[in-house]
């Protein structure tokens, strides 16, 4: 069974930084592309960024490009999301979601989310 | 940017009754649109996906239809589990992609 668990989220002060893991199990991680997706309180889902199986490409939302990298590591089944110079509306719970199939389509498995707020 | 509009904002419609949810987008998107469940406090769940292939498990009352840039979800005969957001998503050539902006099912 496909796992995936986010780690990572809390409080933060804006400006500050927040770096975000996913693990994922049951399923050949290296062989397809990962991404985020945030939800703000109350609000709709939010593309953020996607990575390719093998590390490249990447590509992110206006909204966080400059700001945030994605990354994995396929040794160690992980995803990351490194997020920096953080504002108030980047507040959200941020899934990680894998495609149902390789190469770039629609995502068949969500993670449980972690919430990022950025506050002082 | 493709932007993808659904309606209606929110549907009330009673257990047993036919809803239709409407999903268009700004450009053409071929089929690959996809549709998602959302109840409250659950991550998304994956309903339909490429217009209208439901996903493993799905059942048989929720299809996804298509006709240009106009995607359709029809829920058959509504069941109390069934109440929750629904968003329709594009993932036609490189992300980033978009969302809709959800619609509501709620309890008439």
């Known amino acids: 069974e496909v796992h995936l668990v986010e780690s990572g989220g809390g409080l933060v002060e804006p400006g500050g930084f927040r770096r975000l893991s996913c693990s994922a199990s049951g399923f050949t991680f290296s062989t397809y592309a990962m991404h985020w997706v945030r939800q703000a309180p109350g609000k709709g889902l939010e593309y953020v960024s996607g990575?390719?199986?093998?590390?490249?490409?990447?590509y992110y939302a206006d909204s966080v490009k400059g700001r945030f990298i994605i990354s994995r590591d396929n040794s160690e089944n992980s995803l990351y999301l490194e997020m920096t110079s953080l504002r108030p509306d980047d507040t959200a719970v941020y899934y990680c979601v894998k495609e149902r199939v390789t190469d770039w389509y629609d995502f068949d498995c969500w993670g449980q989310g972690t919430l990022v707020t950025v506050s002082s | 940017e493709v932007i993808l509009t659904q309606s209606p904002a929110t549907l009330s419609v009673s257990p047993g009754e036919r809803a239709t949810l409407s999903c268009r987008a700004s450009q053409s998107v071929r089929n690959h649109l996809a549709w998602y469940q959302q109840k409250p406090g659950q991550a998304p769940r994956l309903l339909i996906y490429?217009?209208?292939v439901r996903a493993t498990d799905i059942p048989a009352r929720f299809s996804g239809s298509a006709s240009g840039t106009d995607f359709t979800l029809t829920i058959s005969s509504l069941q109390s589990e069934d109440f929750a957001v629904y968003y329709c998503q594009h993932y036609n050539q490189r992300p980033p992609w978009t969302f809709g902006q959800g619609t509501k099912v709620e309890i008439k």
């Open positions: 990575i390719g199986d093998k590390g490249v490409p990447t």
């Open positions: 490429e217009a209208s």
